[in-house]
């Protein structure tokens, strides 16, 4: 069964762009999303994003999110206190690790996962990272997509950004 997969730690907001988190953090994301940036009326994005992405193949997610994390940790306590005033914008969590997994993606299919890769399916957290999630106030977020042909309709064929 092929598998694309990612991890992202994300911090949002409705209100603080990207360029101003970066500021805050002294630490340049990977991928922004500006709020209103995706379309035009009448639907826009709800929330500026800030990410740090590792989507690099062949990994399980426990190694990409360990990946985000060395990058993360010598700002924990930056991340934290922006994720702090981040939270008081809106009822949503800020923070959060996302982690996006395509089953099936016969179109574009990662070499490394096939028979002779390394098994991608199994995954944990570890106690270093619930420490750096609670320290952040960070939420986990997972998305799983079957993208096979023959899905039932209606089944998600692309990875939807995350909802906020």
Avoid at 47 to 73: F, N, Y
Wanted: aromatic residues 6%; glycine residues 6%.
């Amino acid at each position: 069964m092929p598998l694309q997969q990612y991890a992202y730690f994300a911090l949002t907001s409705t209100r603080t762009s990207a360029r101003e988190m970066t500021a805050e953090l002294g630490l340049e994301p990977d991928e922004t999303r500006v709020r209103g940036s995706r379309f035009t009326d009448p639907v826009i994005p709800v929330c500026h994003s800030w990410k740090v992405v590792c989507r690099e193949p062949g990994l399980r997610v426990d190694e990409q999110i360990a990946h985000v994390l060395d990058r993360l940790r010598p700002h924990t306590d930056r991340i934290a206190a922006l994720a702090r005033k981040l939270d008081r914008e809106g009822p949503d969590p800020s923070a959060a690790l996302h982690v996006v997994r395509c089953f099936n993606d016969v179109e574009d299919t990662d070499e490394a996962c096939g028979p002779e890769g390394p098994n991608l399916f199994g995954w944990h957290l570890g106690r270093d990272v619930l420490d750096f999630l609670a320290a952040t106030g960070a939420v986990v977020d997972v998305d799983e997509y079957d993208m096979s042909p023959d899905a039932p309709e209606g089944d998600a064929r692309t990875p939807a950004t995350p909802r906020r």
